[in-house]
């Protein structure tokens, strides 16, 4: 979490600490001022009433000489006077004034000695029985002697009893009965009352306020955190990545040179395979005239142990030997000139190539009984690679005389076909074997890849023949299956 | 608003609770004085009327002559053929005033007050069952 941030949110769960702190200590001081407002009132309201009805003893009592029930019953008038004076002190605060004693038969039984109000449906007739719902305090008025007051909630207000025994000889001969109303006293209450529930409300608001900074800031902590996290990790990656460009230079000049050694060694497994092929094939046009320089040196030599040996025969034999020797130097000459690598382009056309060719393969292809068919209409002169391109078709015709001869085909033939197809050459070199499984077809060209055996495939010719073409001749070599078997296509320009 | 609402709705269940409350006592009383599951009463008293005609106990009857006991405070000269019959008085003046009055119920100084006449029992050849005997004057 950042600064500021942090310091946004110490700030706000520390106001609401403060609010919720204030207004719990304003709270416990507003109980304590609301019990002493109400307690004061209270006090005063009673304070007063038992300051009136102690006056009211005081007329009753100067009326009276010793029996106030008596008394009360034999002087009408007087009963009126007292009634007139309790009704002086009747008001909406002040409702019910009145004077009862308690029958001798029955203590739940109490009577009307004088009533005070003036609403003729409420003013009760001297004497009229009385039960009063709260009998009990009326009875503990009899028995303690002293005032006494009671509440009793209704609906409307809270109303108070207030019980004044009226004491003769220290008798309680009847009980002055005040019934007054604490509306203001409920007023003044619930106001305050008002007041604390906005005090709780205030409360809990501030409570319910910090547990939700809280928790936004424990939510806002655990995002930043995650957020830093991520950010490390990024940051980590970014590391990497920078790492890894900066070596990616050299691991990509590792990986050419390596390449570039692979080439290498498959250039010379090539050069190594092309070279024992040169040797077989020289050995194979060797053959011939080596057999006829030692048929010739042995005939020499027979006809000179027997002495029939003449000079024009010498001649003739060395002649012949010369002329063996001769051939035999310009077959090292074609094979030297053939597998000669040059650098340089030059133009030819396909016939000169395949014709080059045949001066090499002939022999072999005719050794193998394999008829090898030409059909050469190509014209167009190419600018290109010669001796590279005749090794090409010298790894062609090859491939195509291995599998006549693995496979023992019958009638086993090549066909070299050339023709022209608007400004490109084309050549087909193609055979009688089977073709190639349409399987492995797609890999022939792949580097190692072989179907001869072991010992004698490298499988490099294909792919070498495939990058010589594509690569330095700017061709394309290509390879299908025809109906007696395989058809390899070359195109130039 | 809310606390206007409140205080009517408790007002309104008070005043009610209170109405309840009459109706009960009624219902106690009078099967017990008349031995009956379901005594016919006539009564003059609309205040009266309000708060028993909802009662299963107690049946209000139109005219004072099917009446088992006649609840009010005063009748009128149609009602006076009734007078033998016994009465429940709503006020203390006219159970005071009444000789066929039984018993009253009326509020004084804000308490329920209940009474009975001992001899207007006799009178009319009722007997007080024990449990209100106390209210006996």
Known sequence: MNKSRFKLFYIFNLLALTIAIMSLFLKLEFDKTKENITSVYSSAHLQFVKEFTDNIDTIIQKSIEKNIYKELQEDYDLRQKLEEDLSLFISSTYKYIYLLDRTTTHNKHFRFLLDGSKISSDKSEFLESYEPLEVSQFNRVYKEKKAIFFEHKDIKSLWITYLHPLLIDEQVQAVLVVDFSMKSYQTISDSLNDFHTTFMQVIIFSIFLILTILWFSFMDKKREEAKERAFEELKQESKKVFMLNETLEERVKEELAKNREKDKQLLQQSRLAQMGEMISMIAHQWRQPLAAITATSSGMNFKAQRGTLKQDAILKYTDNITSYAQHLSHTIDDFRDFFKPTKEKRVVSYTEIVDSLLNIIKSSVDDKKITLLLELDATNKLDTHANELKQVLLNLVKNAEDVLVEKNIQEPFIKIKTYDKDFFSVMEVSDNGGGIDEKIIENIFDPYFSTKERKDGTGLGLYMSKIIINEHCGGELTVKNGEKGAIFTLILS | ?137
């Open chain 2, 1 to 137: 608003m809310l606390r206007f609402f409140l205080i009517l709705s408790i007002l309104g269940y008070a005043l009610s609770a209170e109405d309840n409350y009459e109706q009960k006592l009624y219902e106690s009383i009078l099967p017990k004085i008349f031995h009956k599951s379901n005594v016919q009463i006539f009564i003059n008293n609309s205040e009266a009327k309000k708060v028993l005609k909802m009662s299963t106990i107690l049946t209000i009857v139109q005219k004072c002559t099917d009446a088992d006991i006649l609840i009010g405070n005063s009748f009128t000269k149609e009602e006076s053929s009734c007078q033998k019959k016994p009465s429940f008085a709503l006020d203390y003046r006219a159970y005071k005033r009444s000789k066929n009055a039984i018993g009253a119920f009326y509020w004084r100084k804000g308490r329920p007050q209940i009474t009975f006449n001992k001899d207007a029992f006799e009178h009319h050849k009722l007997t007080i069952p024990k449990s209100l005997q106390k209210y006996v004057q």
